[in-house]
């Protein structure tokens, strides 16, 4: 089992900046990708940015040259830098992560979720 735990949501204001973490612990050795989701009021869960071990990433349109995912692997851990906010980013946002387990089969693990509010 993983055990992801999230950190640094908010409330502020459209333009400013906020910094999430998230840290894994449990079987945290064969993780391979770690990512943000977040899920609005009345919308499906949504991909923010995935990281993978050796630091590939990829972000969703309406977030790219705003958020950035970054990942400590020595840590366990995994951040998202949120700049130039707007209300539409007013979610709450999930941790990630997969792990392949003995069977080679990819197992999916979430965290309990932070809630980040931007205000017009």
């Known amino acids: 089992q993983v055990q992801l735990v999230e950190s640094g949501g908010g409330l502020v204001q459209a333009g400013g900046s906020l910094r999430l973490s998230c840290a894994a612990s449990?079987?945290?050795?064969?993780?391979?990708?770690m990512g943000w989701y977040r899920q609005a009021p009345g919308k499906q869960r949504a991909l923010v940015a995935t990281?993978?071990?050796?630091?590939?990433?990829n972000y969703a349109d309406s977030v790219k040259g705003r958020f950035t995912i970054s990942r400590d692997n020595a840590k366990n851990t995994v951040y998202l830098q949120m700049n130039n906010l707007k209300p539409d980013d007013t979610a709450v946002y999930y941790c990630?992560?997969?792990?392949?387990?003995?069977?080679?089969?990819?197992?999916?693990?979430w965290g309990q979720g932070t809630q980040v509010t931007v205000s017009s």
């Open positions: 990630n992560a997969e792990r392949r387990n003995a069977f080679d089969t990819i197992l999916p693990y």
């Open positions: 449990g079987s945290i050795y064969r993780i391979n990708n």
């Open positions: 990281i993978t071990r050796d630091g590939s990433t």
